[in-house]
């Protein structure tokens, strides 16, 4: 069993930087790949950034891709979101997700965080 709470979201301007957060609770945290996924009002949940258990391969979104970096901490069992260059079209709440294994497909996730809203003026 995992338990996932976000942080780090908030209201920022078009071109500044916000780090989400995702800390989890339960022992077996450094088995799970993490993935982050994000869902704007009236619109799909969809896949953002994704991470391997061991942190040594990562997989973006190419609407993404160059702004956003995942990693993870496994000693400090939260995994991250550095979010540079945000432009108006990344306002959505942002959820993280465990899933065993590495996948992009939400259905396929196990355990999901709440949700921190991410909102980017322009």
């Known amino acids: 069993q995992v338990q996932l709470v976000e942080s780090g979201g908030g209201l920022v301007q078009a071109g500044g930087s916000l780090r989400l957060s995702c800390a989890a609770s339960?022992?077996?945290?450094?088995?799970?790949?993490m993935g982050w996924f994000r869902q704007a009002p009236g619109k799909e949940r969809k896949f953002v950034a994704a991470i391997t258990w061991s942190g040594g391969s990562t997989y973006y979104a190419d609407s993404v891709k160059g702004r956003f970096t995942i990693s993870r901490d496994n000693a400090k069992n939260t995994v991250y979101l550095q979010m540079n260059s945000l432009k108006p079209e990344d306002t959505a709440v942002y959820y993280c997700?465990?899933?065993?294994?590495?996948?992009?497909?939400?259905?396929?996730?196990?355990?999901w965080g709440q949700g921190t809203q991410v909102t980017v003026s322009s």
């Open positions: 997700a465990a899933a065993l294994p590495l996948t992009v497909v939400a259905g396929h996730y196990d355990y």
């Open positions: 339960g022992r077996t945290f450094s088995r799970y790949a």
